[in-house]
């Protein structure tokens, strides 16, 4: 005979539904012809006590409508009468959709639930996501970033020059221009902004092979960079591997990393300095923190992608002071999609709490 369940357990609220919303927005500034607006899925979780938590997942380009009946369809069904546990959640709910795919679209996908859930958490306790699980940092440092590829180079210098008056002591630009001289000439304009003391990091999101790659660390390189993002094809663990073997300059990705199992593959096989998960992608807050805990043991950074308003929270919760980034008029308050307050302040190149319960978002109806 099994023993009884916990007390806690038997008493847990449960999950008696699960609404979502899309919401498509045009970018401020927008990310190329590819990208010139941003998803937002907005999900609802309600329990049998009347409890509600309220999360979101999110996708730039590919995918919004799936990751929407994903949710509608396969999710809310399995999770409805599950204990209200965002760790639980997660675990079963990952071995339900594996058959559609380990990663990508069914986690982010999860991501919705599992704010939700920790939302709710939060919520019931009187206290921020942060603080309920246990703030660390009183504030955390943001960097200036920019999709700014197909910036001409006087608009990105331009850019350059707002982020010093904004206060950025560190910032990070696009390189892979089919020439790379002129990848050149604008990271040395760049660096000619900023000046000496303040940090410069590069992306080429996946724009190159290995043999470029290592050309271009030979000219880039004098420019003194913090680090060098995702130049290969994301899944190429043979060719990070090398590089990072040979690399002057330190190698940072994971945006489209998407579980634990690959980070751990790339940590494991020393082929990177600086892991960038990506909240959402990886599916929540429950394999962030995760990803993260597995990070420290292997002495190796962390600085989370994207969406500054979330990846500003967890910051505050890690034992390391992190880089938030802030992609330039990209946050959901600059974007107008926000019912309320941001959860967030951002003040000199500074991002603390803002006093909410919860995950503090609200997203517009009507939208």
């Known amino acids: 005979m099994s023993a009884p369940a916990p007390e806690a357990v038997r008493t847990a609220p449960r999950i008696t539904g699960l609404a979502t919303r899309l919401?498509?927005?045009?970018?401020?500034?927008?990310?190329?012809?590819?990208?010139?607006?941003?998803?937002?899925?907005?999900?609802?979780?309600?329990?049998?006590?009347?409890?509600?938590?309220?999360?979101?997942?999110?996708?730039?380009?590919?995918?919004?409508?799936?990751?929407?009946a994903l949710l509608d369809y396969d999710v809310a069904?399995?999770?409805?009468?599950?204990?209200?546990?965002?760790?639980?959640?997660?675990?079963?709910?990952?071995k339900r959709l594996h058959e559609a795919g380990g990663g990508g679209l069914t986690t982010i996908a999860m991501a919705g639930v599992d704010l939700a859930l920790w939302d709710l958490q939060a919520r019931r306790a009187e206290t921020s996501v942060t603080g309920l699980i246990g703030q660390r940092q009183e504030s955390a440092e943001v960097y200036g970033s920019g999709v700014n590829l197909h910036y001409t180079l006087d608009e990105l210098v331009e850019q350059a020059r707002r982020w010093v008056a904004a206060g950025h002591q560190a910032v990070k630009i696009k390189v892979g221009k089919p020439d790379l001289r002129e990848d050149a000439e604008r990271v040395a304009a760049v660096r000619s902004v900023l000046g000496p003391d303040r940090r410069l990091m590069i992306d080429a999101n996946q724009r190159w092979d290995l043999p470029t790659t290592f050309r271009a660390l030979e000219v880039l390189s004098e420019y003194g960079l913090d680090w060098l993002e995702e130049p290969l094809r994301a899944d190429d663990l043979w060719a990070y591997r090398r590089l990072r073997k040979h690399s002057p300059v330190p190698?940072?990705?994971?945006?489209n990393l998407h579980t634990i199992y690959r980070f751990r593959d790339f940590i494991e096989a020393e082929a990177v300095d600086i892991i960038q998960p990506n909240i959402i992608r990886v599916g929540g807050i429950t394999p962030f923190r995760r990803i993260v805990e597995l990070a420290r043991t292997h002495s190796i950074k962390v600085m989370p992608h994207l969406l500054p308003e979330l990846s500003g929270q967890l910051a505050l919760t890690l034992a390391e002071p992190t880089l938030v980034e802030d992609v330039e008029e990209a946050s959901f308050e600059q974007l107008g999609i926000l019912d309320g307050p941001s959860p967030v302040r951002f003040t000199d190149s500074r991002v603390a709490l803002a006093d909410q319960p919860g995950l503090g978002f609200r997203f517009r109806d009507g939208l």
């Open 251 to 255: 190698i940072a990705l994971g945006e």
């Open 77 to 94: 069904p399995f999770i409805t009468g599950l204990p209200a546990s965002p760790e639980a959640v997660w675990d079963v709910l990952w």
């Open 23 to 68: 919401i498509t927005v045009p970018l401020r500034r927008h990310w190329g012809a590819e990208a010139p607006e941003n998803h937002v899925i907005v999900t609802w979780l309600q329990t049998d006590d009347g409890g509600a938590g309220h999360g979101f997942s999110w996708t730039p380009t590919i995918g919004p409508q799936a990751v929407k």
